[in-house]
Nanobody, 124 residues
């Protein structure tokens, strides 16, 4: 089993920045492929960014490319998401997800483990 706990959400004005963190426990973090997803009210959960377990290759949704940066620290068992130039349309609950397959998937159902989510609200 893997436990994931997100932190760092909050309220920020458009153009501002936030850094989300996800702390993992219960399984060797370096053996997990991890990603961030988000879900806005009335919308489906969508892929934001992912990073592979061995070679740290990252992938981003087009809507966040150039503004968000995903990173992982296998020694600390953490996954971060640096979000810059935030827009009101980035408002959502952000989730950390993990799976034990070494490819980045953009499909939520491909992930076995999920955190409880952290709210990000961007005001205009």
């Amino acid at each position: 089993q893997v436990q994931l706990v997100e932190s760092g959400g909050g309220l920020v004005q458009a153009g501002g920045s936030l850094r989300l963190s996800c702390a993992a426990s219960g399984r060797t973090f370096s053996g997990l492929n991890v990603a961030w997803f988000r879900q806005a009210p009335g919308k489906e959960r969508e892929f934001v960014a992912g990073i592979s377990q061995f070679d740290s290759i990252s992938a981003y949704a087009e809507s966040v490319k150039g503004r968000f940066t995903i990173s992982r620290d296998n020694a600390k068992n953490t996954l971060d998401l640096q979000m810059n130039s935030l827009k009101p349309e980035d408002t959502a609950v952000y989730y950390c997800a993990a799976r034990a397959v070494n490819t980045v998937s953009r499909t939520p159902s491909m992930y076995n483990y999920w955190g409880q989510g952290t709210q990000v609200t961007v005001s205009s």
